[in-house]
């Protein structure tokens, strides 16, 4: 018998009783769990599940939704329910360094990310090749401190007019205004080229670099009106000597912030990131 694959993830009050509910629903219906992940935020309070499922052709996302309403209104539960099926649609934004651009093309054409991209926008020329050899729109919208607004209305227009799911800062060298963060809010993934909270802001590699430090990293996380202080969904760092000047910091940078930001991405795709207040909840 053929199958849809659905995710649910829901959070609300931590209470006895939670996941007896949503099961007890979900094999009413003959749904079959493949994955169930769990967390309990014993600082909020706050109860966070994820649950990847499998349910009979014959069982639409209504009728789910409609047999979880109970336990939904009982416990107060703040839901998101995904079909699976359905492939996730993504607008990548980039700049003039384009390795992240590169990586994430990568790993969906072999499938590791399962996503499409619906347009590749940018502020520079530079990228235009890569958006033409993979095939993928590719809008040149250049940016000034006069035109901003406009051109980040042309920006929320590409990002609907495609129904993309995810939009995703490859190395975007430009601020988001607290508008677009607002509107877009836990639907743009940045990457920063730092271990973040530490030497935020222009060339971090230089700073650790001025201040002789022994690890570098980069950080993936979602955009907000705060620069560089939305909920962080992924991290690695490398050690690193004396030894090295900038550029080659630069240079091992460059691997770590491709790996951590294809590896946010894919944690969004699948819903394995719930947002808890400034942080998140990711289930790996």
């Not at 992240?100 to 347009?119: F, K, N």
């Not at 760092?237 to 900038?246: F, I």
């Amino acid at each position: 018998m053929s199958s849809a694959n659905f995710v649910l993830t829901l959070s609300c009050t931590d209470r006895p009783g939670i996941v007896a509910a949503v099961t007890t629903e979900l094999a009413a219906l003959k749904a079959n769990i493949a994955e169930s992940n769990q967390f309990w935020d014993r600082e909020t309070g706050r109860f966070f599940m994820r649950l990847a499922f499998t349910a009979p052709h014959d069982v639409s996302r209504d009728s789910i939704e409609k047999a979880l309403k109970s336990p939904i209104e009982r416990f107060d539960m703040k839901t998101a329910l995904s079909d699976e099926s359905r492939k996730k649609r993504v607008v990548i934004m980039v700049s003039k360094f384009d390795h992240t651009l590169l990586h994430l093309l990568y790993q969906i054409r072999v499938g590791w990310l399962d996503a499409e991209v619906a347009a590749i926008v940018s502020n520079h020329e530079d990228a235009r090749k890569i958006a033409v050899d993979a095939g993928v729109p590719f809008h040149f919208l250049p940016v000034t401190k006069e035109t901003k607004t406009a051109q980040e209305a042309q920006v929320l227009e590409i990002v609907k007019s495609t129904g993309a799911d995810l939009v995703v800062l490859a190395r975007y060298m430009q601020v988001l205004s607290d508008n677009l963060s607002t509107r877009l809010f836990g639907q743009v993934i940045n990457i920063h080229h730092s271990f973040l909270p530490s030497f935020k802001g222009a060339k971090p590699y230089h700073q650790a670099h001025e201040r002789g430090v022994k690890i570098i990293g980069a950080t993936a996380h979602y955009v907000t009106p705060d620069l560089d202080e939305g909920p962080i969904i992924e991290q690695e760092t490398a050690r690193v000597t004396h030894a090295l000047s900038p550029d080659d910091l630069v240079a091992a940078g460059r691997d770590i912030e491709s790996r951590v930001l294809a590896r946010a991405v894919k944690l969004h795709l699948e819903n394995r990131v719930m947002l808890n207040g400034k942080k998140t909840v990711v289930f790996g």
